[in-house]
């Protein structure tokens, strides 16, 4: 069964062109995507993907988790700052209204101290988290993974969540849904401290009210 997903940026030059990425018998189907209003013909293009792909477009994130019949949540916003209150209230809501264990894939590029934050607190109130930072360019994200200049995803967080993905991509490409070379490289790199101490943010999700 196809992963059932919102998302969050999903208006924005890089998380924008999956709305024609995904496919419709693909691995994942988007049900909603945040949609803050704010004009422009690129985002209008956006939206007519989202719209063609079958996801509806709301306002707020309480709309956007809904009733909770989700598998997880795809943000692609931001920055440290910018993403802190995001992650924390999509956390709480899908923790509140989620029957099965959620997820966040968070796509931002932040510091090794927020995901490290964002994984803590995340994991606390029962929601897997994983930051895939995406590169590559706005170019990247409309060629898509399959490109020789397309973009690569980055990938840290809960090892179990990558495991499963992969388990669950292995399963598409066998019943033929997901054509060879189609997808993002993903790179998995060490764990922080491998290679020297990174210099660790105050990221305090949990003091966010």
């Not at 062109?17 to 985002?43: E, I, M, S």
């Amino acid at each position: 069964m196809a992963l059932q997903l919102a998302y969050v940026g999903g208006l924005g030059l890089m998380a924008g062109p999956a709305g024609t990425h995904l496919q419709p018998d693909g691995p994942a189907r988007v049900l909603r995507v945040h949609d803050r209003g704010n004009p422009g013909a690129q985002r209008d293009a956006f939206r007519a993907a989202w719209k063609a792909h079958g996801a509806g477009l709301v306002s707020t994130f309480d709309a956007l988790i809904g009733d909770g019949k989700l598998d997880g949540v795809v943000v692609c916003a931001g920055k440290n700052g910018d993403d802190v209150r995001i992650i924390a209230e999509l956390a709480r809501l899908l923790q509140a209204r989620c029957s099965t264990r959620p997820f966040i894939m968070h796509m931002s590029t932040v510091s090794a101290g927020f995901t490290i934050a964002a994984h803590a607190f995340c994991t606390q109130l029962g929601v897997g988290y994983v930051n895939y930072p995406l590169t590559g360019g706005p170019l990247g994200a409309q060629l898509g993974g399959g490109h020789p200049n397309g973009m690569l995803i980055l990938a840290s967080g809960d090892l179990s969540l990558k495991a499963a993905e992969g388990k669950r991509r292995e399963k598409q490409r066998r019943r033929g849904t997901i054509p060879g070379g189609q997808e993002p490289d993903v790179r998995v790199p060490g764990r922080p401290g491998d290679s020297g101490e990174p210099r660790v943010e105050q990221c305090r999700l949990e003091a966010i009210e």
